[in-house]
């Protein structure tokens, strides 16, 4: 992995220069309007990048997309990696570890999830303070690599508490709705069933997705500060559950992706 990790940044480092990202942010499922308030410098196909993985999934473009948001440096991956696509964790991750040897400080994440919290409704938008990880793999899986981080990292506060702090402040000044919960990643591809929405609950998740706990215990391996958000897009509530649709679920993202965005690009500014 370290070889594949030197080969692709010294690739990109070709491409891009002197860029030096300060932050990373990794786009959700209907999730890539932050983008266009970006001051685009580079745009990377994953196709032309040496030993990255290719998004296969609709509605993920497949970019590494380098430029200024709010006056900081960033670079933004505009379609992310899962592991219902069929990579293992450590392809999964491996933008994560990219990202670090380029120089970034702190990651960003968003996503879409369903709702499992009766106090949630489509639309919503929660702040992850927490996750419960049933995915049955781990990035971290085999030989660990000292230069990145030590055998057994502490997990006890993933996300930042301090970015959370300042996420949510800049959503009460600005009268926009979010909740602060647990989130709980899943294999998928398939949405759950009415037993495993109300287990999920039981166990204690606010949330469910099937993304985002491989890149944080990644990016906490390698000490980076994550933040991370989702968009609620569908409600798993056992009760009144209803077909939904991939079309429905980035109908919904993209609605609420404003608000997304908006938190994102203050919050980066602001650091």
């Known amino acids: 992995m370290l070889e594949q990790v030197r080969n692709t940044t010294e690739y990109i480092k070709r491409v891009v220069g002197d860029f030096n990202p300060e932050f990373g942010i990794v ?5 890539g309007g932050l983008v266009e308030h970006m001051e685009v ?11 990255f993985p290719i998004a296969t999934v609709e509605f993920h473009t497949g970019k590494l997309i380098f430029g200024e948001l709010g006056g900081r440096k960033v ?8 592991y219902y696509e069929g990579y293992s964790m450590q392809e999964i991750t491996f933008p994560i570890r990219v990202m670090k040897v380029l120089g970034v400080q702190k990651v960003f994440i968003s996503n879409a999830s369903g709702c499992l919290n009766p106090d949630y409704r489509k639309g919503d938008l929660m702040i992850i303070e927490d996750h419960i990880n049933m995915q049955h793999a781990n990035p971290l899986r085999g030989r660990n690599y000292d230069q990145f981080g030590p055998r057994f990292p502490d997990m006890s506060m993933p996300y930042d508490p301090e970015l959370i702090k300042k996420a949510k402040a800049i959503a009460d000044a600005n009268n926009i709705k979010t909740h602060v919960g647990v989130y709980v990643s899943v ?3 398939n949405l759950e069933t009415r037993a495993e929405y ?4 039981m166990i204690g998740a606010d949330a469910v997705g099937m993304s985002t706990v491989p890149e944080v215990i990644v990016a906490n391996h390698m000490q980076m500060p994550v933040f991370a958000i989702s968009v609620i897009t569908d ?8 077909p939904v649709s991939l079309e429905e679920i980035v109908k919904v993202a993209q609605e609420a992706e404003p608000n997304l965005t908006f938190i994102l690009k203050e919050l980066i500014t602001n650091l």
């Open 235 to 242: 409600e798993g509530f056992p009760e009144t559950l209803k």
């Open 75 to 82: 670079v933004a991956m505009s379609g992310r990696f899962h």
């Open 27 to 31: 786009l959700g499922t209907g999730l």
């Open 41 to 51: 410098q580079y745009e990377l196909l994953y196709s032309m990048i040496p030993d």
């Open 187 to 189: 294999m998928g591809p």
């Open 198 to 201: 109300k287990f999920l609950r």
